[in-house]
C-alpha cells in the first residue's frame, strides 16, 4: 500500500488553485520534503507546463518513488534524497538550464529546529538566483509571537513535547531570513486548517 497523507489529500484542491498564477510563468519547482509525493501528482497533472522534483530525507525517498511510479507522469521525475540541514543539496547548478524557478515546501518548517530552518532559506536563496525565483511556504504561522487560534497554540505545545527544538514560526523572522538571501515578501495567503501559504520572489 502507498503511503497517504489525510492532509495533504484535503488541502491539494486549494494548495493547487493558491499556487496556479504563482506558477502560470514558471516552470521547474523543487518541493522540499515530499512527504508521500501527493502534491506532486496533482499539480503537475493539473499544470502541464510544470516539472515537479520532488525531495526528503532518504528513509521517505522509496514511498515517493512508489507513488510516482503509479501515479505520476513525465515531469514528476525520481525524487532525489535531500536533508536540509546536510548542505550542499545535491542539485541542478543554479544558473545552468535544469535550474528551479520554484521551490514549495509544506509543512516542514515547524518541524525543524530553527537552525535548519536558517539552512533552510540559505540553501533556498542561492537555488532560487534567477530574476523570476519564488519561494512558497505552506503551514502554520504566528504573528508578532501570537498565534493565530487557539488550536495552533496547543499544536505548538504538542510540538514542542515530542521535540524541544520543533515549533510554530513567526513569520516576521522567516521574513527577515528571506530577506537576507535576497528574497522579498510578495502575498501571504490564508489557507484552511489555520495555514497560510506565503510567497516570497527574487527581485
Known sequence: ML?????????????LETLRPILANRTKVLEIGSG??????????????????????????????????QDGNDRTP?????????????????DGPEAFDAIFTANTLHIMSFEHVEEFFARAGEVLCTQDGALCVYGPLKYGGAFTTESNAAFDVQ?????????????????????????????????????????????
Do not use: Y
Request: charged fraction near 15%.
Open 3 to 15: 503511503p497517504f497523507s489525510a492532509a495533504a489529500d484535503r488541502n491539494k484542491d486549494v494548495v
Open 36 to 69: 508521500n509525493g501527493q502534491h506532486a501528482v496533482h499539480v503537475t497533472n493539473a499544470l502541464p507546463h510544470i516539472t515537479w522534483q520532488c525531495s526528503d530525507l532518504p528513509d521517505n525517498v522509496p514511498g515517493i518513488a512508489e507513488r510516482l511510479k
Open 159 to 203: 510540538l514542542k513535547s515530542w521535540n524541544p527544538v520543533s515549533g510554530i514560526r513567526d513569520f516576521e523572522e522567516l521574513d527577515a531570513l528571506a530577506q537576507n538571501t535576497g528574497l522579498t515578501f510578495a502575498v501571504d495567503h490564508a489557507m484552511p486548517a489555520n495555514n497560510q501559504l506565503v510567497v516570497w520572489e527574487r527581485g
Open 78 to 94: 525520481a525524487p532525489i534524497a535531500l536533508d536540509v540541514a546536510s548542505p550542499p543539496w545535491p542539485l541542478p547548478a543554479p
